[in-house]
């Protein structure tokens, strides 16, 4: 097992130096051109500070001394256009907050949901509630997230006016997080990042219940006395867990990604709204560093799926040939 | 008597006896994968459904630009910017009729009311309340009772947007295209241009470029003949004009601003059909930011969507067929080495790739807006159908068929492509066609976001269309809500289409839905 993660870390970070690199090369193949709207002296000092950061040496020597600049002083560069002079990677921690406070709202709203509709739907199988319940489902699944982020902007947020329409600044809630202001402001995000998930969620858990509740050791269950509701609980739902719970896993991880748009749309100052100004004012240094985290993300996850089936199923051993 | 005794005697009798018996041909005709798949699929209501909105997607794609007069490439009408959706025929049984809902102070009530008394004052002296309320440009549809909120009186008023419009100042008219516009006045018996106004009779300055204020005012209110202000509909028919008239009296149709270039000001509903060869507004789903007919954009995103889908679709699973067919057929070092490839590429966040490619290609005009996104989703696309197709080759690789072959002398490229891959056909198809709706969502997301940048190219995407709509949301929901729909009905439907192709090209499932 021990063995098996070691092996599993070790190809990560070979996966992640891989396309690292990648980046690297394609955003330093870019010719370098000064922010349009500026004047002339302001270039002047643009490109001073381009010859002394290296802009200008080969590319595989501002390579080499990118990595021994991560892995000596943990330095990924300086964000010059968003954050004036911060570094990079403090640019990055300062929005971490918001993304994975949403995504955190949004699954303890919309886990406990999913599953039991998800059930609500397995135990009610072929009768009218179940139809509504995948009628919707397959609506939910299928329609975009941002047309209900649209929706819930415009009929909550404009026409009634229950929540604001775009998330509140720190400073607007009280310098902390975790202020109501700061919730309520959140409020329109969590919802329309939940529809998905909760629909996602509740077709998965209604095929695993399903499927185990027509498994022999059910029956074998009911021969030997239990009650309906007992056998449900106790052996169906257990079992139909096993995948499952590495699945709430994935959501989370998805959800990362998922809130780009979410954010783009209620201005929540996260991640993913970082990474798109990045791009759209060629802040470079900052780019990499969002581009490092999506991918870590993606290879932390998957590890971490692989090793969750574990220790949920201990039938499961990791690693065996 | 005799018959009864026979039969006890000998009950049975060669049913057969003198037929002659061969080989009947069926009666029935065979029923083969694809056929029963097809058999099964038409069983499916739901996928159904799901075909026929499809279609009627792909046909609203290629027919509005085909009977629309505008084309998704021409730049937007400026004058039209921002309209709601008008279309004459639709307008009769309100629907798309052009009128939005306004709260009207008195201000704003009588400047709106005068526009169509202006349109009825040809020549500058027949300015008439009741003309002008008759008139067929009367800009109110309905207006509600007055009430008072907040110590100011205000009328809900159904406005018609494209008559509220009204009048526009036109610059660079040559004599020539003047004398054909009053050609055309009165061949089609319909103003055109319209007496200037005298700017030097305004009470503001910023009042000249607004042609619609044609009257004097005091305080932003029409004045009448004695100078007092109007305060009341009933009394705009006193109202004093601002034309401007030479020093006889008679009323100016153009001021020269250059040399043979003529100013006028124009009534731009008719001048509208004067561009257009007599036809009228027609904006079925209303204008952009820049008046750009949304129908005909949309008609343009789908088309963009659709194609990029299928091409998507086409070229991964080309890739992935060869490289999973190598894979799985020869296994072994050549399969461990290829999966190790492709085990890292799908470690790829496609946010980053995308952005990557849009950076490189399509930002330093490297390769075409289309190319370029193609390119990325194709990137890492192709490797689902390669691990899907590299599992079907293990399962048939060493069926007794295709050793058969092998001993018969087939080479492995035979015996991959005319022995092994149609077996796996319906199966990768099936689970490839599930990918398209996900480009199409993923490109119309990315496009949103300006991660792919189609502005500079002159493609248009459901996902900019969003854009625009987003900004102008509060205001103007006409924008964003036939993307919003079309990309939810294209979702679905997708889904339920491929769903239902996924089961009926699974044979184990037959006869589990009786």
Request: aromatic share 14%.
């Amino acid at each position: 097992m021990f063995k098996y993660i070691l092996k599993r870390i070790g190809l990560l970070l070979m996966t992640f130096l891989i396309i690292m690199v990648i980046c690297f090369v394609m955003i330093k193949s870019l010719p370098l051109t000064p922010p349009e709207g500026i004047n002339e002296s302001q270039v002047a000092v643009i490109k001073a500070r381009w010859e002394a950061l290296g802009y200008y040496q080969p590319v595989m020597i501002q390579l080499w001394r990118y990595f021994v600049n991560i892995i000596t002083k943990w330095d990924w560069g300086t964000s010059w256009y968003i954050d004036y002079n911060l570094s990079a990677i403090r640019s990055l921690t300062n929005r971490i907050g918001p993304t994975m406070l949403i995504n955190t709202y949004s699954l303890i709203f919309s886990v406990p949901l999913g599953i039991v509709l998800g059930i609500f739907a397995a135990l009610k199988k072929n009768k009218w509630q179940d139809n509504v319940i995948s009628v919707l489902i397959m609506v939910f699944v299928s329609v975009p997230s941002y047309v209900y982020a649209f929706l819930v902007q415009y009929f909550f947020c404009f026409k009634v006016q229950i929540w604001p329409l775009t998330a509140s600044s720190l400073s607007d809630a009280g310098g902390s997080y975790f202020s109501w202001t700061m919730f309520h402001s959140l409020v329109p995000a969590i919802l329309s990042l939940s529809f998905g998930t909760i629909a996602g969620l509740a077709r998965f858990v209604r095929a695993e219940l399903t499927e185990s509740l027509t498994s022999e050791y059910m029956l074998l269950a009911r021969a030997k006395g239990l009650t309906n509701t007992q056998a449900t609980v106790r052996h169906a739902l257990n079992n139909a867990m096993v995948p499952i719970l590495p699945s709430i896993l994935a959501d989370f991880i998805d959800i990362i990604g998922g809130s780009l748009v979410i954010e783009q749309i209620f201005s929540i100052p996260g991640v993913g709204y970082l990474f798109i100004k990045a791009i759209n004012m060629k802040d470079y240094d900052v780019y990499m560093v969002c581009n490092g985290f999506y991918v870590f993300i993606g290879l932390a996850a998957s590890i971490l799926i692989d090793l969750s089936y574990g220790f949920i199923d201990p039938r499961i051993r990791m690693g065996e040939k | 008597m005799e018959q009864q005794e026979k039969e006890r005697k000998n009950p049975f009798a060669f049913a057969q006896k003198d037929a002659k018996l061969t080989d009947l041909k069926f009666d029935t005709k065979p029923v083969g994968y694809f056929k029963d798949a097809w058999l099964r699929f038409k069983k499916s209501k739901a996928a159904v459904v799901g075909a026929v909105i499809i279609i009627l997607i792909v046909l609203y794609a290629i027919f509005t630009p085909v009977f629309s007069s505008h084309s998704s490439g021409e730049n937007g009408d400026g004058n039209y910017k921002l309209m709601v959706p008008y279309n004459e025929p639709l307008s009769h049984i309100n629907i798309a009729d052009g009128t939005y809902s306004k709260k009207c102070n008195p201000k704003a009530y009588l400047s709106l009311s005068a526009i169509s008394i202006g349109y009825e004052d040809h020549d500058g002296s027949s300015i008439s309340l009741e003309k002008g309320q008759a008139s067929q440009f009367n800009v109110f549809k309905s207006v509600s009772e007055p009430y008072t909120s907040s110590g100011t009186v205000y009328r809900d008023c159904k406005v018609q947007a494209y008559y509220e419009k009204g009048f526009v100042y036109m610059d660079g008219i040559t004599e020539d295209a003047f004398n054909a516009m009053v050609d055309w006045q009165t061949k089609n018996n319909a103003q055109i241009i319209y007496p200037m106004v005298d700017d030097t009779l305004l009470e503001i300055s910023s009042q000249a470029s607004n042609a619609n204020i044609f009257f004097q005012t005091k305080s932003g209110y029409p004045i009448d003949q004695n100078g007092a202000k109007i305060t009341e509909l009933a009394k705009l028919g006193e109202m004093k004009d601002a034309y401007l008239r030479d020093s006889s009296g008679t009323v100016q149709f153009w001021e020269a601003k250059a040399s043979n270039q003529r100013y006028i000001r124009v009534w731009y509903w008719n001048y509208y059909r004067y561009m257009n060869n007599g036809a009228i507004p027609n904006y079925l789903l209303g204008t952009d930011d820049l008046g750009r007919d949304i129908a005909v954009r949309l008609a343009s995103g789908i088309g963009l969507s659709l194609l990029l889908g299928v091409s998507t679709f086409i070229v991964n699973f080309t890739i992935g067929a060869i490289y999973g067919a190598i894979e799985g057929y020869y296994g072994g070092v050549t399969d461990l080495i290829m999966e190790r490839i492709s085990d890292i590429l799908a470690d790829i966040p496609f946010i980053v790739l995308a952005s990557i490619v849009n950076i490189q290609l399509i930002s330093t005009n490297k390769m075409s807006p289309f190319g370029a996104i193609v390119f990325a989703f194709v990137l890492t696309g192709w490797i689902g159908p390669a691990y899907r197709l590299r599992t079907q080759f293990y399962r048939f690789k060493n069926q007794e068929y295709v050793l058969a072959a092998r001993t018969l002398g087939a080479s492995d490229a035979r015996i991959m492509w005319k022995h092994i891959f149609p077996n796996t056909l319906g199966t990768i198809i099936t689970a490839s066609v599930l990918t398209i709706p996900g480009t199409i969502f993923t490109e119309s997301m990315l496009s949103y976001l300006n991660i792919i940048n189609l502005n500079q190219g002159s493609i248009t995407s459901l996902g900019t269309i969003l854009a625009t709509g987003q900004q102008y949301m509060t205001t103007y929901p006409h924008i964003i809500v036939p993307p919003c729909i079309i990309i939810s009905l294209l979702m679905i439907s997708f889904n339920l289409f491929g769903n239902g192709l996924r089961d009926a090209f699974n044979p184990s499932l037959r006869g589990a839905e009786e």
